[in-house]
């Protein structure tokens, strides 16, 4: 049987954050980040899977998920999660050798981070969501449309309130539509408990209110504030289920010509949008080729 992760406390400026470890401590350091609505349990397969290969892995459940802290700031916009991404590179020990992975809001981070020259991570992984520019440009009315209808609870969750009531049911049918017939009842369980009182909740629904409020970002998140939705300037590797019920595997594929030398785009068959679950074999083995080459 694969041993329990460890449990780490990552204390921060900001906020202190709760991780899971594994492992040995000496190893290469891969930092995992999270989306929503998921918590660092996300990591599971992958966890183990680089630990076996000598790989010290850490995955922080993300500001505003317990058992991590509210961040004292306030601040839930991606310059405040890049700015942890380094706080906890530093805290572990500053190791040179270190990779960023993330999925969803964690994806976002990592590519905002491959962009910022204040960034420790040598490569990045990013998984769900493609950099902000592979977005940008033109694409047919019927995508355009299709992505918007995928897309509501963007809008869904800048109103006051009623994201909160019903976040359960939200959390729920995201994780059904997004990943379509996989068994989501442990994830489910889990993140419904790290957000189960409104403080948590508000937190994780304010990444998204956050994005479009970017003048109330605190003075020392701005050095990150720039390159967030900027193209990664180091080696990425971008994974997309083909069947993401979020977004669109067409728009990965145009990010194929867009990344820096060194980088990789792969469609994974057969998968939605949490293909590190739904495919965990195939997907921890072009992280470990990717992160190791």
Same mark, same amino acid.
């Given at each position: 049987?694969?041993?329990?992760?460890?449990?780490?406390?990552?204390?921060?400026?900001?906020?202190?954050?709760?991780?899971?470890?594994?492992?040995?401590?000496?190893?290469?350091? !891969?930092?995992?980040?999270?989306?929503?609505?998921?918590?660092?349990?996300?990591?599971?397969?992958?966890?183990?899977?680089?630990? =076996?290969?000598?790989?010290?892995?850490?995955?922080?459940?993300?500001?505003?998920?317990?058992?991590?802290?509210?961040?004292?700031?306030?601040?839930?916009?991606? @310059?405040?999660?890049?700015?942890?991404?380094?706080?906890?590179? /530093?805290?572990?020990?500053?190791?040179?050798?270190?990779?960023?992975?993330?999925?969803?809001?964690?994806?976002?981070?990592?590519?905002?981070?491959?962009?910022? /020259?204040?960034?420790?991570?040598?490569?990045?992984? @990013?998984?769900?969501?493609?950099?902000?520019?592979?977005?940008?440009?033109?694409?047919?009315?019927?995508?355009?449309?299709?992505?918007?209808?995928?897309?509501?609870?963007?809008?869904?969750?800048?109103?006051?309130?009623?994201? =909160?009531?019903?976040?359960?049911?939200?959390?729920?049918?995201?994780?059904?539509?997004?990943?379509?017939?996989?068994?989501?009842?442990?994830?489910? =369980?889990?993140?419904?408990?790290?957000?189960?009182?409104?403080?948590?909740?508000?937190?994780?629904?304010?990444?998204?209110?956050?994005?479009?409020?970017?003048?109330?970002?605190?003075?020392?998140?701005?050095?990150?504030?720039?390159?967030?939705?900027?193209?990664?300037?180091?080696?990425?590797?971008?994974?997309?289920?083909?069947?993401?019920?979020?977004?669109?595997?067409?728009?990965?594929?145009?990010?194929?010509?867009?990344?820096?030398?060194?980088?990789?785009?792969?469609?994974?068959?057969?998968?939605?949008?949490?293909?590190?679950? /739904?495919?965990?074999?195939? !997907?921890?083995?072009?992280?470990?080729?990717?992160?190791?080459?």
């Amino acid at each position: 049987m694969t041993p329990p992760p460890e449990v780490l406390e990552i204390p921060l400026p900001a906020v202190t954050l709760s991780a899971l470890a594994w492992g040995p401590a000496d190893g290469p350091l !891969v930092v995992a980040l999270h989306g929503f609505p998921d918590t660092a349990w996300t990591w599971r397969h992958l966890g183990p899977h680089l630990a =076996e290969r000598g790989h010290r892995v850490v995955a922080p459940n993300t500001r505003g998920y317990a058992p991590s802290g509210i961040a004292h700031d306030g601040s839930y916009h991606v @310059s405040a999660l890049m700015a942890d991404a380094v706080g906890v590179h /530093e805290a572990l020990g500053g190791d040179d050798r270190a990779v960023l992975v993330g999925h969803d809001w964690g994806a976002i981070t990592a590519n905002g981070l491959g962009a910022n /020259e204040l960034s420790p991570y040598r490569r990045i992984v @990013s998984i769900a969501v493609p950099p902000f520019p592979v977005l940008a440009g033109r694409v047919s009315p019927r995508m355009i449309a299709r992505q918007a209808r995928l897309s509501w609870y963007t809008l869904f969750n800048q109103l006051p309130v009623l994201p =909160e009531r019903n976040f359960e049911r939200l959390v729920r049918h995201l994780w059904q539509v997004w990943s379509p017939g996989y068994d989501a009842a442990e994830d489910l =369980e889990r993140v419904l408990a790290s957000l189960a009182d409104p403080t948590h909740r508000s937190a994780a629904i304010g990444y998204y209110r956050a994005a479009v409020r970017q003048w109330r970002v605190p003075d020392g998140y701005r050095p990150f504030l720039d390159t967030w939705t900027d193209m990664p300037t180091v080696p990425a590797l971008y994974l997309h289920g083909a069947d993401d019920g979020c977004l669109q595997a067409a728009y990965a594929e145009r990010g194929r010509d867009l990344l820096p030398a060194g980088s990789e785009t792969v469609i994974v068959p057969d998968t939605g949008h949490f293909l590190h679950l /739904e495919q965990p074999a195939a !997907v921890n083995d072009l992280l470990s080729r990717f992160i190791e080459g």
